[in-house]
């Protein structure tokens, strides 16, 4: 995986493969080694979050590692190792206007639309998804350098 683009967006589904080991995980972390660039958003946080308290369910993962990966992740937005790129109104706005407009084609979760929304707020960007319909989305508005 190249990311030449700057700033780098990352959904939850590329978020947690810093934190929780998955496929693909190495070589995102290599991706983004010693980049300043990383925006995440809160709602990639709660997100990630979510997929930590389903592994706890399932039986893969204990309570207590999923509170200790939620607060290294919530440690690192602290220290700014992650740069934290806020929900407004205007991204509600944005994410309803995708959601009527690339929705109506390729099927998008609310929350799918805010991160497109807040990606393409940012001047120059790459936009980082293993989410194959989240891709497909971005990959049709034409203006994210996406994962490859």
Do not use: C, W
């Not at 999923?66 to 790129?85: K, M, P, T």
């Not at 639309?113 to 194959?132: C, E, K, M, N, Y």
């Amino acid at each position: 995986m190249r990311i030449v683009s700057s700033p780098v967006y990352l959904d939850a589904s590329a978020l947690v493969k810093l934190y929780v080991e998955e496929p693909e995980s190495a070589e995102l972390e290599g991706a983004l080694l010693g980049r300043r660039d990383v925006l995440v958003s809160e709602l990639a946080v709660t997100e990630v979050t979510s997929a930590l308290a389903r592994r706890v369910r399932a039986g893969d993962l204990s309570a207590r590692d999923a509170g200790r990966i939620q607060r290294r992740i919530l440690s690192d937005v602290a220290r700014g190792e992650l740069q934290r790129i806020e929900l407004s109104p205007d991204s509600h706005r944005a994410a309803e206007r995708l959601l009527l407009h690339i929705g109506s084609v390729i099927p998008l979760r609310a929350a799918d639309a805010l991160h497109l929304a807040l990606a393409s707020g940012i001047p120059t960007r790459a936009f980082v998804t293993f989410d194959q319909q989240l891709r497909a989305a971005a990959l049709r508005m034409g203006i994210f350098d996406v994962n490859e």
